[in-house]
């Protein structure tokens, strides 16, 4: 068995917890869907950032709110590219998985999208 890392990335519309929470589990919910042979016990660890513009709460609540309590979790903030895409979080689920590399599936939504077109094309 080898560890994978699934990509992820949304946008959140304004910097507050409630929006922040949702579009994370959103994500969250969409990485599960597009990799339906991930289960909670298999995820080594999840690591969350955000751009400097959200700074309301911590993205990992939103898992911990999904039941992944004993993941371990971290959060960052993105580095500050001048002219890249606001507010938007980002994760890297490291999991346990039988899967070759190119089987895994990334989501990218909204305007995260365009962040890696060669990753969510398929979606």
């Known amino acids: 068995m080898s560890v994978r890392g699934v990509r992820g990335a949304t946008t959140v519309a304004a910097d507050q917890p409630d929006l922040i929470l949702k579009a994370t589990r959103q994500l969250l919910f969409e990485i599960l869907q597009a990799n339906p042979s991930m289960e909670k016990e298999e995820i080594v660890s999840a690591f969350f950032t955000v751009t400097?513009?959200?700074?309301?709460?911590?993205?990992?609540?939103?898992?911990?709110?999904?039941?992944?309590?004993?993941?371990?979790?971290?959060?960052?903030?993105?580095?500050?590219?001048?002219?890249?895409?606001?507010?938007?979080?980002?994760?890297?689920?490291?999991?346990?998985?039988?899967?070759?590399?190119?089987?895994?599936?990334?989501?990218?939504?909204?305007?995260a999208a365009g962040l890696r077109p060669d990753l969510s094309s398929a979606q």
């Open 52 to 111: 400097a513009d959200l700074c309301s709460t911590f993205p990992a609540q939103a898992a911990r709110q999904m039941g992944w309590s004993q993941v371990p979790m971290l959060c960052a903030r993105e580095i500050p590219v001048p002219g890249s895409l606001e507010r938007v979080v980002r994760v890297m689920v490291h999991w346990n998985t039988d899967l070759s590399q190119d089987q895994v599936q990334h989501v990218y939504l909204g305007a």
